[in-house]
């Protein structure tokens, strides 16, 4: 479990201590994982104890080798006296099956009261963090978006026919699950208490699993927070056209539930 001690001036802040997961799922990520944690490391609000998973499927360019290696590395240059806000798990998969398989599996080893989902390739800025974690704590119910689409978020390096794609997919999960409320239904950078994970069973597979909470979870908020989406600059997208099928039959298989569902 996150455990707490104050020797970093945690709890000398008047905000309330936050328990944070973060989960972050790797697939040859090595160019990118490094400088990620410690970007992550550096914005995680100091109100905050957190523990960052990073779920790899036994990525052929070494990525666990290269988190296994940081997490020796941060437990020798940290001040055995001072005691961590922060520890950082690996979870090292077999098979890849998937971006909503791998989160899922990182979630069962998550002990936060909230967890929070990000990509490893910098297109979701650590620097938001602190904002999505302010929201969460104002409203402790809530599912709480980083989002391209609501005012003043944007999204740098992608072509018009990338755009045209991820705003016509939004559009048709929004129009066709009823989910007009949130501007950026596939996002995968978000924060919600962890409880909403262990109440849902998870069908669907492939890669957007906000989509599914969205569409299962009960009595929730929604909180949408402006960013800037940015293309990656290191690494391969795993973006093909197996995920555009395996979009299309999730929401298809989520559209069947929700109709069942009233
Ligand atoms: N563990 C695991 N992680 C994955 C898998 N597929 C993708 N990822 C990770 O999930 C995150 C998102 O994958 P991307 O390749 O960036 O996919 P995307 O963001 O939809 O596509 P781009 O816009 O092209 O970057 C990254 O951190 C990937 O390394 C998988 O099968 N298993
Ligand atoms: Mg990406």
């Known amino acids: 479990m996150l455990v707490s001690n104050d020797n970093q001036g945690l709890l000398s802040s008047n905000k309330k201590v936050v328990y944070l997961s973060i989960i972050i799922p790797t697939y040859n990520e090595s160019e990118n994982i490094e400088k990620l ?5 550096l914005n995680v609000p100091n109100n905050c104890y957190s523990e960052i998973i990073v779920v790899d499927d036994d990525s052929p360019d070494g990525t666990s080798k290269i988190v296994t290696d940081y997490i020796k590395h941060d437990e020798k240059k940290t001040n055995p006296s001072i005691n961590k806000t922060y520890h950082i798990k690996l979870v090292n998969k077999k098979n890849k099956n998937g971006l909503i398989a791998a989160i899922v599996e990182g979630v069962k080893y998550c002990s936060g009261e909230n967890i929070l ?9 650590p ?10 704590q104002t409203n402790p119910n809530a599912i709480v978006i980083a989002s391209r689409y609501v005012k003043n ?16 997919a939004a559009k048709i999960a929004r129009i066709g699950l009823q989910i007009h409320k949130v501007t950026d239904p596939m996002s995968g950078f978000f ?23 969205l569409v299962k979870a009960n009595n929730v908020n929604i909180r ?12 391969k997208s795993k973006m093909g056209m197996n995920v ?6 999730s929401v298809w298989q989520l559209y069947r539930i929700s109709r069942k569902s009233k």
Do not use: N, Q
Request: net charge neutral; charged share 30%.
């Open 153 to 168: 978020g944007f999204i740098i390096g992608w072509p018009f026919k990338r755009r045209l794609l991820s705003k016509g």
């Open 127 to 136: 620097e938001i963090i602190p904002k999505m974690i302010e929201e969460i």
């Open 117 to 125: 989902v990000m990509d490893a390739d910098f297109s979701h800025p």
């Open 244 to 249: 555009i099928f395996d979009y299309i039959t």
């Open 191 to 213: 924060l919600c208490p962890r409880r909403i994970f262990e109440e849902i069973r998870f069908d669907t597979k492939g890669y957007k699993l906000l989509l599914e909470i």
């Open 37 to 41: 944690l410690d970007k992550i490391i």
């Open 224 to 235: 949408e927070v402006p960013y800037t989406f940015t293309d990656r600059k290191s690494g």
